[in-house]
């Protein structure tokens, strides 16, 4: 019955986007040609030699992301590389240029060329990402880190704005103070959640489209609330990297800082175009 009603959702929130063009959604960044690695089987960031899989048709949860519908509905061999939407620089003091660079262009795109290796010449190839990540249990591993390390990182950058902070505002604001009790009360379970995450991992605000509820959770490694292996299923409208690369430039061990200074380049008007796709509006 869940499922049935994952599904519906679904079909709702794919409904709400006007179709456009990848060309459009995004502008293309030339990607490095990969190399090939040995998979880890707990934490590898590199394809592992593609098994035969029986794909269990689970519905499949549309992400909103600026990227738009049509970008991640595509068949995942054809999904471009998207250009960082601002300079490496811009988010400093907060998160520094260096970081933001190796980041961006070794970490995030190395998840992006491990995973087009990892899906080329299988069923996957022709797969949208987020049915590969509604059946991603019946993959490799590979294909779990990668994939969602390339689809996780999008929503990070695309989280931050050089001109964001402050507070959402609209029906994001009221979406908060009825699920969280106020946004300060939302802001400290977040970072309850970025801080406690054991290891690697991504802290969320996700959309619940079953019940209609916002919620906060945390996954391990690169994980994602759209994977058929979440605790919690929902549709990701906030993500917070807590991978040590993604701070420990300017901040070392100092994990709580930088969860704590990252309210200040929040991008909310992103974040509530996302809710307001996820619920069909």
Do not use: C
Request: glycine fraction near 6%; charged fraction near 20%; proline fraction near 7%.
């Amino acid at each position: 019955m869940k499922y049935r009603l994952f599904l519906v959702a679904a079909l709702i929130f794919a409904a709400s986007f006007p179709d456009f063009s990848i060309a459009q959604a995004v502008k293309v960044k030339p990607a490095k040609s990969p190399a090939a690695k040995k998979a880890d089987p707990v934490k590898s960031d590199t394809p592992a030699t593609e098994s035969k899989t029986t794909i269990n048709k689970a519905p499949v949860l549309l992400p909103a992301v600026k990227t738009g519908i049509s970008f991640w509905s595509s068949a995942s061999s054809a999904l471009p590389f998207p250009e960082l939407p601002y300079e490496y620089g811009a988010l400093e003091p907060v998160i520094d240029k260096l970081t933001v660079e190796i980041h961006y262009d070794r970490h995030h795109r190395a998840y992006y060329n491990n995973f087009m290796k990892a899906i080329a010449d299988t069923k996957m190839a022709s797969m949208p990402i987020t049915e590969i990540f509604a059946n991603i249990a019946e993959f490799p591993v590979a294909v779990r880190n990668n994939g969602g390390g390339f689809y996780n990182h999008v929503l990070y950058w695309e989280n931050m704005s050089p001109k964001g902070g402050g507070e959402p505002t609209g029906e994001l604001a009221e979406m908060i103070k009825k699920y969280f009790g106020s946004f300060s009360a939302f802001t400290e379970k977040f970072n309850e959640a970025a801080k406690s995450r054991f290891g690697s991992g991504w802290a969320w605000l996700s959309y619940d489209p079953l019940n209609g509820e916002l919620f906060v959770s945390s996954t391990a490694n690169q994980d994602n609330p759209l994977m058929q292996v979440a605790e919690r299923k929902g549709i990701p409208l906030l993500a917070l990297d807590v991978w040590e690369h993604a701070y420990y430039l300017k901040y070392q061990n100092k994990r709580a800082d930088y969860v704590t200074e990252f309210w200040k380049m929040v991008n909310w008007p992103e974040v509530d175009k996302r809710l307001k796709a996820a619920v069909g509006r």
